[in-house]
């Protein structure tokens, strides 16, 4: 007897879309059918009558427990919360940041990061390694063993993001020069693990912080002028250089600017294993957001920019040149969020963990025509591939696992805080959406549905990434 037949839904799958009924056996998808053919002894059946079926979303990049750069002593939410609403908003695997820094090693960070998430998640989830400032050889070294462990995707920054001048501990230096960047690519080339890569280019956003101050314009409402496009224009091609002399697969996290999104388009175009992510704030703000009441609320690092890059953003989801969407998600109370007032001190990072699916189905699909195909590759699918779940995550098939979420388009509604389940503030509160995700499966175990919630802290797993071959030697999705 099948224990879930999910009927009469629109579902999307990557042959293509069609009403099927899903079944679902434990934890594993185990049929899709036409309506009608599956066994009639079920468990449960679950109506998805005028709804879109879709898999559960993969987060690709979230900093959950993690410091809060200027704030010491603060951290993010804990993944207690901060899994529960990715649930409630459709999304069903996580990945942070098992973090290196002066003084730790890759396997001492990763054993950080499990002690934090064992027994404490909701959902499903992994790790990034990653690595900061003068990384030290052994660690380089570590690379290779992480990749095996189920541990592929790499980090670095090409910039310390703040200014130079207020970072008072080697800790607290993310910049990754050249040099050792090219020794990690080297060691994520030779043994099958990817560059997750925040590029900016650390002269011109340090020039531009001694230049506004010099000016006497650091108000919060100026912090574009210092992550700029020439600074995104500048880092991803120097790290598109490096990563054709290694032969290393990268990914740019949170492309925020045009120039960016044309780079990686050349890339691509040479036929480099390249990929990019959003986040769904760049595609939904832009920097005159930064002058409203509260403005700082609105920005994650890099910085907004304008309404031309906004909609380039959007250009890129339909047409190529950006293959997932993320949040960058870094959850704060309100407070906390709008307490730096100036351009040295702001705030990264937003409560998007929940608002990622439902913000891109309403914009994308509803508002601009994104297939569904289209939007479930970048919720889902392409993160999967690129950092190494799929098949088990990130498609609706048999044998993978039963994520699945059900999204309502007939839902009408100005989205208010009352609806979400993370923070005392949202930057989406207001907006008016089209469709929105409803119930949310989780390893065939109803989590969300009809707004109640049914997880335990213990239901979520630490998922072990390999990434296929063809990821790292071509751009393949």
Wanted: hydrophobic share 35%; with cysteine; proline share 5%.
């Amino acid at each position: 007897m099948l224990d879930l037949i999910i009927r009469g839904g629109q579902v999307v799958t990557t042959w293509g879309v069609g009403e099927w009924d899903v079944a679902v056996q434990g934890e594993k998808i185990v049929a899709i059918a036409e309506s009608g053919t599956l066994p009639a002894e079920v468990g449960r059946v679950i109506d998805a009558s005028g709804k879109i079926v879709v898999p559960g979303g993969i987060e690709p990049h979230a900093h959950v427990a993690s410091p809060v750069p200027g704030r010491p002593g603060a951290k993010t939410s804990p993944p207690e919360p901060a899994s529960r609403a990715a649930l409630f908003g459709g999304t069903t695997t996580l990945t942070d940041f098992a973090i290196q820094h002066h003084g730790l090693d890759i396997p001492q960070a990763i054993d950080e990061r499990t002690l934090t998430w064992r027994g404490n998640s909701y959902c499903d989830y992994s790790h990034h390694c990653m690595l900061m400032g003068e990384i030290p050889f052994n660690v380089i070294a570590q690379v290779k063993e992480a990749i095996e462990e189920g541990f592929p995707t790499f980090k670095i920054f090409t910039t310390n993001i703040r200014p130079t001048d207020l970072l008072t501990t080697v800790d607290q230096r993310r910049l990754v020069g050249m040099g050792h960047v090219s020794g990690v690519m080297e060691q994520a080339a030779n043994h099958g693990g990817l560059m997750f890569v925040h590029a900016e280019d650390d002269d011109i956003v340090q020039y531009m912080y001694q230049k506004l101050t010099r000016e006497e314009r650091t108000e919060w409402y100026n912090i574009h002028e210092v992550h700029n496009n020439m600074s995104e224009d500048l880092a991803f091609r120097r790290v598109l250089r490096l990563s054709e002399w290694t032969g290393a697969a990268v990914y740019f996290v949170h492309v925020s600017a045009k120039e960016g999104l044309n780079a990686i388009r050349e890339a691509r175009g040479r036929g480099l294993p390249v990929y990019g992510e959003t986040l769904h704030n760049y595609v939904s703000f832009n920097a005159e957001d930064y002058k409203r009441p509260d403005g700082p609320q609105y920005h994650t690092y890099p910085s907004l920019k304008s309404e031309e890059d906004r909609l380039a953003l959007w250009d890129g989801l339909l047409k190529g040149g950006i293959n997932s969407m993320a949040t960058d998600g870094s959850c704060t109370e309100f407070a906390m969020k709008v307490q730096g007032r100036t351009i040295h001190d702001v705030s990264g990072g937003h409560h998007g963990i929940e608002t990622r699916m439902g913000i891109t189905y309403s914009e994308g699909v509803a508002k601009r025509g994104m297939s569904l195909e289209q939007f479930v590759d970048i919720t889902s699918t392409n993160a999967a591939r690129i950092m190494g779940y799929y098949p088990r995550k990130g498609t609706i098939a048999p044998g993978s696992d039963a994520d699945i979420v059900l999204i309502d388009p007939g839902v009408r509604k100005t989205l208010s805080l009352s609806d979400l389940h993370l923070g005392d503030y949202s930057i989406w509160e207001g907006w008016d959406i089209q469709g929105w995700p409803v119930t949310t499966i989780l390893r065939g175990k109803v989590m969300v549905e009809d707004g109640q919630f049914f997880g335990s802290p213990t239901d979520g797993q630490f998922i072990p990434r390999k990434i296929a071959s063809e990821i790292l030697s071509r751009p393949a999705c």
